[in-house]
């Protein structure tokens, strides 16, 4: 089966840095993204990781650890505007080709 | 670039009614769409994949029947609520995967907001 977790709340303050973690344990693995989703909308691609490491873009930095299935999403400088549902997700071979399977989703609150 | 619009935003019905959602990309041609529901603070859930001129793929406990998906042309995928009950309310989300690849695999389209009365 596939199976992505991921926190379901965080709390944290304007400027500050919080990091979102999210564990897998999938069949198949081509990668794995960050979703950011603001209530009602649909989810805004943030990054994606395929190989180890550290992929940084501006205040979001990804990381991923293939062997361990974990991964986690930093966020600096936070704003309020990054109040928001963080998705990771796994992208999977499946019976159609590839497929996105997603986690519950992390519920960021920023607070000033 | 890659935008993917859907229609209509936000719908309510009567039970037993059929219900039609449109999911288009705009700028790029897409070989396969994806459909996905989530309900109140949950995640999305993958209903279905769909590719282009033949029948989609249903996810296990996705009933086939019920939910139909067409997928007619590189830039269009319907999906059609068929006598709709209280408990399809939900919101339903479109992805499109870009012929031309790249690795940001899918985008998304803004959602519908389906309520069944």
């Known amino acids: 089966g596939q199976n992505i977790d991921q926190p379901t709340e965080m709390t944290a303050t304007e400027g500050a840095i919080v990091q979102i973690n999210c564990t897998y344990q999938?069949?198949?693995?081509?990668?794995l993204f960050w979703y950011q989703q603001h209530a009602g909308e649909a989810p805004t691609f943030l990054s994606y990781?395929?190989?180890?490491g550290l992929e940084e873009k501006g205040r979001f930095s990804s990381f991923l650890s293939r062997s361990k299935g974990y991964s986690y999403l930093l966020l600096k400088e936070l704003q309020m505007k990054d109040s928001a549902s963080y998705l990771c997700a796994v992208r999977v071979f499946d019976q159609a080709g590839t497929a996105l399977i997603f986690g519950k989703g992390t519920t960021l609150s920023v607070s000033s | 670039g890659a935008v993917v619009s859907q229609h209509p935003s936000r719908v309510i019905c009567k039970s037993g009614t059929s219900v039609k959602i449109e999911c288009r990309s705009l700028?790029?041609?897409?070989?396969?769409m994806f459909w996905y529901r989530q309900f109140p603070k949950k995640s999305l859930m993958l209903m279905a994949t769909s590719n282009e001129g033949s029948k989609a793929t249903y996810e296990q406990g996705v009933e086939k029947d019920k939910f139909l998906i067409n997928h007619a042309s590189l830039t269009l995928s319907t999906l059609t609520v068929t006598s709709a009950h209280p408990e399809d309310s939900s919101f339903y989300i479109c992805s499109a995967r870009d012929l031309a690849g790249g690795p940001y695999e899918q985008y998304f389209g803004p959602g519908t907001r389906l309520t069944v009365t």
């Open positions: 700028d790029f041609q897409a070989t396969t």
């Open positions: 999938t069949s198949g693995f081509n990668g």
């Open positions: 990781n395929v190989l180890d």
